[in-house]
């Protein structure tokens, strides 16, 4: 019997594969996986693959300097 | 030679022997007292990031993630010189760590996107016909479109937040993703424990079931923490 993650797993999984929406799984990837680390690290290249992920890769590039800036005006915790 | 980072879990968490990250390498742990740091090998000194390493790191985490292992996520693209130096930087981060691994202890990230689903709205009678030239008529067209898509990202808006009321006794913690990239309309992450995963898709489904058609909402998960235990090693 399969549990409980197994379950809802493969129900996300389908229904992804349903969707068959490569770009929003990207665009899901692209806002969590990266986000500042992109930035602060400064060892990322930030590469375009398609057409369709120049705009994608731009956002994700603004919004992580847009981080940097407000954490560097942020005082120490 | 230089390692790239997926994550950090408890100590003696073992990779499978068949596991493969970037580029294909194999995935190892590093043993870290009580901890271990899940690593490949990286021959560049600078890693560029692509859609498919991007996947691939997130799919490390995932299987660690349905092991039902906890584990601290690295964002992508931290590297570190070598294994001397990546220990020296995770016992820096010691009290991060800790405070990061009893956050996911037992948890997950779930999140749910929803986006414009290619369906148009229907034609309004009262909108000028593509046949029309003149620069007023495509200025109006213009306006009428900008009118639909404020329209649209507000549904959708409204959708994300009425799904998140209903998942409020499941959700532990909530990122709100702020200007989420196209297509992605609203986009919620969500800390959840590892009993609520499947209530939680379920709710959700149940939310893009009943979403317009002009809209989707599409549910990822169960992954690693990004949103809420990603620790800056270094």
Not at chain 2, 165 to 185: D, G, K, Q
Not at chain 2, 193 to 217: G, W
Request: hydrophobic share 45%; net charge negative; aromatic share 2%.
């Amino acid at each position: 019997m399969r549990n409980v993650d197994e379950l809802a797993r493969a129900e996300t999984d389908s229904m992804l594969e349903e969707e068959g929406d490569e770009p929003l799984i990207l665009s899901d990837l692209l806002n969590r996986v990266l986000d500042k680390g992109v930035v602060i690290s400064g060892e990322v290249t930030i590469a375009v693959a398609g057409v369709d992920l120049v705009r994608l890769d731009l956002r994700l590039l603004l919004v992580a300097v847009e981080r940097l800036a407000r954490k560097s005006i942020e005082p120490p915790a | 030679m230089p390692v790239h980072l997926y994550g950090v879990l408890e100590g003696g968490v073992l990779p499978a022997a068949s596991a493969r990250g970037l580029d294909g390498r194999p995935v190892r742990a590093l043993s870290l007292g009580a901890r271990c740091a899940w690593v490949s090998d990286i021959s560049e000194s600078a890693l560029e990031a692509t859609p498919q390493r991007l996947r691939e790191h997130d799919a490390v985490l995932r299987e660690a993630i349905s092991a039902e292992y906890s584990v601290v996520p690295s964002l992508f693209g931290q590297l570190h010189a070598d294994e001397a130096a990546l220990a020296a930087a995770l016992q820096r981060s010691a009290e991060s760590l800790d405070e990061a691994m009893a956050r996911v202890e037992g948890r997950v990230e779930m999140s749910f996107l929803v986006a414009a689903s290619g369906v148009a709205p229907e034609e309004n009678s009262a909108a000028p016909r593509e046949s029309g030239s003149s620069g007023r008529e495509h200025l109006l067209r213009v306006r009428n479109r900008i009118h639909a898509e404020r329209i649209l990202r507000d549904s959708a808006a409204e959708l994300a937040q009425s799904t998140t009321r209903l998942l409020n006794e499941l959700v532990v913690a909530e990122r709100v993703v702020e200007s989420p990239a196209p297509p992605v309309l609203a986009a919620r992450a969500h800390l959840v424990a590892r009993e609520n995963v499947a209530r939680y898709v379920r709710v959700v489904s149940l939310q893009a079931a009943s979403a317009i058609p002009e809209l989707r909402v599409v549910v990822r998960g169960p992954g690693a923490a990004y949103s809420f235990a990603a620790v800056r090693i270094g």
